[in-house]
């Protein structure tokens, strides 16, 4: 079975810094795939980025960025240049590839930027 | 757009009430999955589907069932309700794929048995 551990339940910015979202996980599959998804205050999940584990680079989507660390079993997220819009939950989520394969979740993180 | 359509943003049902909880996607997508979201716990699958009349238990089935008549709908069945399963419920589907892992996720329902 697959786990996501994300260990820090909140964390707090300034607007305009730099914050890294930690995300460990385990399993012995060696072909799957790793999300961050964000949920702000509306609910809605938003795919923020995916990383590919046979992809030695690490993914980037303009501010958003990861530290995939494959041997450590490590991903986690960096947003540059907060932004007061940014203030959501983050979840850190593992899938297997597969046709049918689901996504497990991490616990969360409350991630709050401040004016 | 493409949309995941849950049918109810809040409800407020009583202890030992029989409640249906109703998903919708309209982008042929097989599967279909609905998770529950706790403060602390993150989101944890109750069941999923891959195919009409298909479905296999996630990780906390117990209390739940689900129901699979038509592919573009996907619903979860609270048995006789109790207090413990006041939470928020997503519902989610994603295509049958090796290439497409997106998930599409409708905006929840927020559940209160009282």
């Known amino acids: 079975a697959q786990t996501v551990t994300q260990s820090q339940p909140e964390m707090s910015v300034q607007e305009a810094e730099t914050v890294t979202l930690s995300c460990t996980y385990d399993?012995?599959?060696?072909?799957?795939?790793l999300f961050w998804y964000k949920q702000p205050p509306s609910r809605q999940m938003i795919l923020v980025i995916r990383?590919?584990?046979?992809?030695?680079q690490n993914a980037t989507e303009n501010r958003f960025s990861v530290n995939f660390q494959k041997a450590a079993k490590s991903f986690s997220l960096k947003i540059s240049d907060s932004q007061l819009g940014d203030t959501a939950m983050y979840f850190c989520?593992?899938?297997?590839?597969?046709?049918?394969?689901?996504?497990?979740f991490g616990k969360g993180i409350t991630l709050s930027v401040r004016p | 757009d493409v949309k995941v359509t849950q049918s109810s943003r809040y409800l407020v049902k009583r202890t030992g009430e029989k409640v249906f909880l109703e998903c919708v996607q309209d982008?042929?997508?097989?599967?279909m999955f609905w998770y529950r979201q706790d403060p602390g716990l993150g989101l944890r699958l109750i069941y999923f589907?891959?195919?009409?009349?298909?479905?296999e238990k996630g990780d906390i089935p117990e209390g739940y069932s689900v129901s699979r008549e038509k592919k573009e709908r996907f619903s979860l069945i609270l048995e006789s309700a109790s207090t413990n399963q006041t939470s928020m419920y997503l519902c989610?589907?994603?295509?049958?794929?090796?290439?497409?892992?997106?998930?599409?996720f409708g905006s929840g329902t927020r559940l209160t048995v009282v």
């Open positions: 989610a589907s994603r295509p049958y794929s090796t290439t497409n892992y997106g998930y599409t």
């Open positions: 399993t012995s599959e060696s072909n799957y795939y």
């Open positions: 990383q590919e584990a046979y992809k030695q």
């Open positions: 989520a593992f899938m297997i590839t597969g046709a049918n394969s689901k996504l497990t």
């Open positions: 982008m042929d997508h097989e599967n």
């Open positions: 589907s891959y195919d009409v009349k298909m479905k």
